[in-house]
């Protein structure tokens, strides 16, 4: 038996060999994409940052992520009963195909991925597939004829588009597509009621998200530490720590347990009776304009906890935070509603603008 480390530099004797093992194996592409991810997690769990990994090993640092994520997702249909086929096939390839279901359940992961290959799906309907089930996972119970089988949440949320839509070439197409996906008869039997009832559901249109851009230097104010009132002595001055500001919001984080950042006064904020800042990714929200993904803040009014039509809530979802809007109201708790989603100013060089007689020039 392998005797442990029994000291601190015997650990991390351990660690750089195993490291430097594991380098060389993704190097040169031993074993399968699986073993890949779990092998460069372990790394940059170990202090390699991705461009140190991308530079001994040729993987970039976007394919770092995906099969990191994908080998996570691997693992849950190891323990969550997915077919063996499914397990032989995505334990070869398409990452990409299992980086799609990061966000769903542990369960409907594999859930998701046994219908994924059912079906042969490529990358981009796996995107649908994963939405369609974490959408319908928000219902506290199935709605009538539905059940909780993967297949028959993708059925759903093609059902209702087809209900919406009076194009009868359209809603043909999409009610053979939901028969295609469908687990259940009860479901079937919706859905094959459809094909007798041409009667279009009108759609209530979501309101438009409340985002906001930083456009000028003087949006990004300075958080500067306060020491205290005068008189103060050297020792005082000296206890204060460094500051040091965080990505493009200028995040600040101190010692304790809490960090804050600086936004801008606009009256939106400045009424809010109890705002807190979630940091977020610009594509978790329905915006098909959106094409670029960048890191947002989403601010939250915990004081504003009624539902109304016309806005977006954080709310509850099986023990996470989620972001929606409701055409009725939930019955998921509401934690608070969104009232500012911020988009980082554009800055296109910032070294530039550092220096004040370039910009006076």
């Known amino acids: 038996m ?26 040169q592409k031993q074993g399968n994409w699986v073993e890949w991810g779990t092998a460069i997690a372990y790394l940059q769990k170990n202090g390699y940052n991705p461009q140190e990994i991308f530079e001994a090993t040729g993987f970039e640092p976007s394919q770092q992520n995906q099969v990191i994520v994908g080998s996570q997702v691997y693992s849950c ?8 086929a499914t397990k032989a096939y ?16 542990q369960e409907d992961r594999a859930a998701a991925a046994d219908l994924i290959f059912l079906h042969k799906l490529d990358v981009d ?3 649908e597939i994963a939405k369609s089930i974490r959408d319908f996972s928000r219902f506290s119970a199935p709605p009538t004829g539905f059940t909780a089988n993967p297949g028959d949440a993708v059925a759903y949320q093609i059902w209702k588009l087809a209900r919406q839509n009076s194009d009868l070439q359209e809603r043909s197409r999409l009610i053979a597509k939901a028969l295609r996906f469908v687990h259940s008869q009860t479901a079937r039997k919706q859905i094959e009621q459809l ?22 230097d003087e949006e990004l104010p300075r958080i500067v530490p306060v020491v205290g009132e005068l008189p103060l002595t050297p020792q005082d001055i000296q206890a204060v720590p460094l500051i040091t500001e965080i990505g493009p919001f200028r995040i600040v984080k101190f010692a304790g347990e809490q960090a804050w950042v600086s936004l801008p006064g606009w009256q939106v904020l400045r009424s809010a009776e109890d705002p807190v ?15 670029k993904t960048e890191p947002v803040l989403v601010v939250i009014d915990r004081a504003q906890r009624e539902w109304d039509i016309s806005s977006y809530f954080v709310v509850d979802n099986s023990g996470e935070i989620d972001f929606q809007w409701f055409d009725t109201a939930p019955e998921n708790t509401i934690l608070g509603k969104i009232i500012v989603i911020l988009r980082p100013k554009k800055v296109l060089d910032e070294e530039f603008t550092k220096d004040s007689w370039q910009i006076d020039e």
């Open 2 to 27: 392998t005797e442990l480390p029994t000291n601190t530099q015997d650990t991390e004797n351990a660690t750089n060999d195993t490291a430097q093992e594991l380098l060389v194996k993704l190097r």
């Open 77 to 84: 249909l190891e323990k969550f009963g997915a077919s063996e």
């Open 90 to 105: 995505y334990g070869e390839r398409a990452s990409d195909i299992l980086y799609e279901l990061r966000l769903l359940t």
């Open 125 to 127: 309907e796996a995107r």
């Open 195 to 216: 094909l007798m009832d041409f009667t279009a559901v009108v759609q209530r249109s979501a309101p438009i998200l409340p985002f906001f851009r930083l456009e000028s």
């Open 277 to 291: 800042v979630i940091i977020a990714s610009s594509d978790i929200f329905p915006n098909p304009t959106l094409t």
